[in-house]
Protein backbone atom coordinates (compact mmCIF):
# COMPACT_ATOMS: atom_id res chain seq x y z
CA UNK A 1 0.00 0.00 0.00
CA UNK A 2 1.32 3.57 -1.13
CA UNK A 3 1.99 6.01 1.57
CA UNK A 4 -0.24 8.34 -0.08
CA UNK A 5 -2.85 7.65 -2.64
CA UNK A 6 -4.76 10.13 -4.83
CA UNK A 7 -7.43 9.10 -7.24
CA UNK A 8 -6.45 8.70 -10.56
CA UNK A 9 -6.95 11.27 -13.10
CA UNK A 10 -6.59 12.24 -15.40
CA UNK A 11 -9.95 14.93 -14.12
CA UNK A 12 -11.79 16.98 -16.61
CA UNK A 13 -14.34 19.19 -15.64
CA UNK A 14 -16.07 22.26 -17.82
CA UNK A 15 -15.15 25.76 -16.94
CA UNK A 16 -16.78 26.91 -13.99
CA UNK A 17 -17.46 23.39 -12.74
CA UNK A 18 -16.60 22.40 -9.49
CA UNK A 19 -12.71 20.24 -9.07
CA UNK A 20 -12.81 17.77 -6.42
CA UNK A 21 -9.60 16.18 -5.44
CA UNK A 22 -9.13 13.47 -2.56
CA UNK A 23 -6.45 12.09 -1.28
CA UNK A 24 -5.60 9.44 1.60
CA UNK A 25 -2.62 8.46 3.68
CA UNK A 26 -1.64 5.43 5.61
CA UNK A 27 0.21 6.81 8.24
CA UNK A 28 -1.70 7.97 11.20
CA UNK A 29 1.45 9.84 12.84
CA UNK A 30 0.76 12.41 9.56
CA UNK A 31 0.56 16.04 11.31
CA UNK A 32 0.67 18.34 8.48
CA UNK A 33 -1.05 18.20 4.91
CA UNK A 34 -0.27 20.15 1.99
CA UNK A 35 -1.60 20.54 -1.69
CA UNK A 36 0.62 21.92 -4.63
CA UNK A 37 0.20 22.73 -8.35
CA UNK A 38 2.22 21.96 -10.72
CA UNK A 39 2.19 23.33 -14.16
CA UNK A 40 3.88 20.90 -17.39
CA UNK A 41 7.53 21.62 -16.91
CA UNK A 42 7.16 23.79 -14.04
CA UNK A 43 7.98 22.96 -10.21
CA UNK A 44 5.83 22.78 -7.62
CA UNK A 45 3.85 25.67 -5.87
CA UNK A 46 2.58 25.30 -2.49
CA UNK A 47 -1.50 26.38 -2.89
CA UNK A 48 -2.92 25.10 0.36
CA UNK A 49 -2.03 23.57 4.02
CA UNK A 50 -4.22 22.34 6.42
CA UNK A 51 -3.29 21.10 10.16
CA UNK A 52 -6.50 20.60 11.78
CA UNK A 53 -9.45 18.78 10.93
CA UNK A 54 -12.24 20.61 9.05
CA UNK A 55 -12.42 22.99 6.41
CA UNK A 56 -9.71 25.40 5.26
CA UNK A 57 -10.97 28.07 2.34
CA UNK A 58 -8.71 30.27 0.23
CA UNK A 59 -10.57 32.05 -2.59
CA UNK A 60 -11.82 29.13 -4.78
CA UNK A 61 -9.84 26.45 -3.12
CA UNK A 62 -11.09 24.83 0.00
CA UNK A 63 -9.45 21.83 1.42
CA UNK A 64 -10.97 19.54 4.06
CA UNK A 65 -9.20 17.23 6.77
CA UNK A 66 -10.25 14.13 8.23
CA UNK A 67 -7.94 12.51 10.09
CA UNK A 68 -9.89 9.99 11.55
CA UNK A 69 -10.41 8.81 8.30
CA UNK A 70 -6.93 9.76 7.12
CA UNK A 71 -8.41 11.58 4.44
CA UNK A 72 -7.62 14.93 3.51
CA UNK A 73 -9.45 16.70 -0.05
CA UNK A 74 -8.89 19.73 -2.35
CA UNK A 75 -11.96 21.46 -3.86
CA UNK A 76 -11.35 23.70 -6.57
CA UNK A 77 -14.66 25.79 -7.06
CA UNK A 78 -15.59 27.80 -10.26
CA UNK A 79 -12.56 25.86 -12.62
CA UNK A 80 -10.74 27.98 -14.97
CA UNK A 81 -8.45 26.74 -17.86
CA UNK A 82 -5.55 28.33 -15.30
CA UNK A 83 -6.57 25.57 -13.27
CA UNK A 84 -4.96 22.99 -15.91
CA UNK A 85 -2.70 21.11 -14.08
CA UNK A 86 -0.97 18.15 -11.38
CA UNK A 87 -2.19 18.41 -8.24
CA UNK A 88 -0.10 16.93 -5.86
CA UNK A 89 -1.35 16.02 -2.24
CA UNK A 90 1.84 16.07 0.30
CA UNK A 91 1.30 14.51 4.35
CA UNK A 92 4.41 15.03 6.69
CA UNK A 93 4.62 13.60 10.35
CA UNK A 94 6.48 17.31 10.83
CA UNK A 95 9.89 15.08 10.49
CA UNK A 96 11.40 17.58 7.31
CA UNK A 97 10.41 14.55 4.93
CA UNK A 98 7.00 15.17 2.71
CA UNK A 99 5.34 12.19 1.07
CA UNK A 100 3.98 13.09 -1.83
CA UNK A 101 0.93 10.88 -4.10
CA UNK A 102 1.38 10.45 -7.56
CA UNK A 103 -0.80 13.38 -8.35
CA UNK A 104 -4.09 14.22 -10.16
CA UNK A 105 -3.64 15.79 -13.64
CA UNK A 106 -6.92 18.24 -14.55
CA UNK A 107 -7.61 19.53 -17.36
CA UNK A 108 -10.56 22.28 -17.13
CA UNK A 109 -12.59 22.73 -20.79
CA UNK A 110 -13.28 26.04 -21.92
CA UNK B 1 8.50 37.39 -0.20
CA UNK B 2 8.25 33.46 -1.22
CA UNK B 3 10.98 33.26 -3.71
CA UNK B 4 13.31 30.76 -3.86
CA UNK B 5 16.07 30.97 -6.57
CA UNK B 6 17.81 28.12 -8.58
CA UNK B 7 20.70 28.33 -11.24
CA UNK B 8 21.41 27.61 -13.74
CA UNK B 9 17.89 26.45 -15.64
CA UNK B 10 19.30 23.98 -17.50
CA UNK B 11 22.71 22.16 -17.36
CA UNK B 12 23.96 19.55 -20.02
CA UNK B 13 26.97 17.73 -18.76
CA UNK B 14 28.96 14.67 -19.91
CA UNK B 15 29.51 11.60 -17.46
CA UNK B 16 33.18 12.84 -16.85
CA UNK B 17 32.14 16.43 -15.92
CA UNK B 18 31.60 18.15 -12.35
CA UNK B 19 29.15 20.86 -11.99
CA UNK B 20 27.40 22.13 -9.26
CA UNK B 21 23.63 23.53 -9.14
CA UNK B 22 23.07 26.57 -6.94
CA UNK B 23 20.12 28.23 -4.55
CA UNK B 24 19.49 30.69 -3.05
CA UNK B 25 16.36 32.27 -0.27
CA UNK B 26 16.06 35.20 1.41
CA UNK B 27 13.33 34.07 3.48
CA UNK B 28 15.12 33.75 6.33
CA UNK B 29 14.46 30.15 6.31
CA UNK B 30 16.65 27.37 8.16
CA UNK B 31 16.05 24.60 6.26
CA UNK B 32 16.47 23.56 2.72
CA UNK B 33 16.16 20.85 0.81
CA UNK B 34 17.20 19.34 -2.76
CA UNK B 35 14.57 17.37 -4.53
CA UNK B 36 14.69 14.72 -7.53
CA UNK B 37 11.86 14.91 -10.12
CA UNK B 38 11.67 12.52 -13.26
CA UNK B 39 8.82 12.72 -15.58
CA UNK B 40 5.36 12.36 -14.02
CA UNK B 41 6.31 11.26 -10.32
CA UNK B 42 6.35 13.53 -7.11
CA UNK B 43 9.87 14.80 -6.34
CA UNK B 44 11.88 12.78 -4.53
CA UNK B 45 13.85 14.00 -1.23
CA UNK B 46 17.26 13.27 -1.83
CA UNK B 47 18.91 15.73 1.35
CA UNK B 48 17.91 18.00 4.00
CA UNK B 49 19.90 21.20 5.82
CA UNK B 50 18.27 22.38 8.85
CA UNK B 51 20.86 25.33 10.79
CA UNK B 52 23.32 24.70 8.03
CA UNK B 53 24.13 21.06 8.84
CA UNK B 54 23.10 18.25 6.91
CA UNK B 55 20.15 16.41 8.65
CA UNK B 56 18.62 13.76 6.37
CA UNK B 57 20.47 11.91 3.02
CA UNK B 58 18.54 9.82 1.87
CA UNK B 59 20.76 7.26 0.93
CA UNK B 60 22.02 9.15 -2.06
CA UNK B 61 24.56 8.06 -4.16
CA UNK B 62 28.63 9.84 -3.65
CA UNK B 63 27.99 11.41 -7.05
CA UNK B 64 25.62 14.24 -5.53
CA UNK B 65 27.53 16.24 -2.53
CA UNK B 66 25.49 18.74 -0.98
CA UNK B 67 26.65 22.21 0.50
CA UNK B 68 25.25 24.53 3.01
CA UNK B 69 27.45 27.37 3.09
CA UNK B 70 25.41 29.82 4.94
CA UNK B 71 21.78 30.33 5.86
CA UNK B 72 21.02 31.60 2.60
CA UNK B 73 22.74 29.48 -0.03
CA UNK B 74 22.43 25.89 -1.38
CA UNK B 75 24.76 23.90 -3.43
CA UNK B 76 24.45 20.39 -5.02
CA UNK B 77 28.41 19.17 -6.19
CA UNK B 78 27.93 16.84 -9.23
CA UNK B 79 30.46 14.17 -10.33
CA UNK B 80 30.53 11.46 -12.69
CA UNK B 81 26.68 11.19 -12.96
CA UNK B 82 24.69 8.84 -15.45
CA UNK B 83 22.27 9.10 -17.98
CA UNK B 84 19.51 7.95 -15.72
CA UNK B 85 20.39 10.77 -13.27
CA UNK B 86 18.59 12.97 -15.82
CA UNK B 87 15.88 15.10 -14.11
CA UNK B 88 14.36 17.77 -12.33
CA UNK B 89 16.27 19.31 -9.50
CA UNK B 90 14.40 20.68 -6.80
CA UNK B 91 15.40 23.16 -4.36
CA UNK B 92 13.14 23.78 -1.50
CA UNK B 93 13.64 26.10 2.03
CA UNK B 94 10.47 26.07 4.96
CA UNK B 95 11.13 28.06 8.39
CA UNK B 96 12.93 25.85 11.14
CA UNK B 97 11.23 22.92 12.04
CA UNK B 98 9.64 20.05 9.96
CA UNK B 99 6.06 21.45 10.10
CA UNK B 100 6.24 24.12 7.88
CA UNK B 101 4.95 24.83 4.47
CA UNK B 102 7.98 24.09 2.06
CA UNK B 103 8.37 26.39 -0.93
CA UNK B 104 10.10 25.06 -4.49
CA UNK B 105 12.31 26.88 -6.58
CA UNK B 106 12.01 26.95 -10.22
CA UNK B 107 14.09 23.87 -10.58
CA UNK B 108 17.34 23.21 -12.69
CA UNK B 109 16.82 20.47 -15.62
CA UNK B 110 19.71 18.65 -15.97
CA UNK B 111 20.66 16.46 -18.77
CA UNK B 112 23.32 13.64 -18.64
CA UNK B 113 24.75 13.01 -21.87
Known amino acids: QKEVEQNSGPLSVPEGAIASLNCTYSDRGSQSFFWYRQYSGKSPELIMSIYSNGDKEDGRFTAQLNKASQYVSLLIRDSQPSDSATYLC??????????FGAGTTVTVRA | DTEVTQTPKHLVMGMTNKKSLKCEQH?????MYWYKQKAKKPPELMFVYSYEKLSINESVPSRFSPECPNSSLLNLHLHALQPEDSALYLCASSRSGGAYEQFFGPGTRLTVL
Open chain 2, 27 to 31: MGHRA
Open chain 1, 90 to 99: AVTRNDYKLS
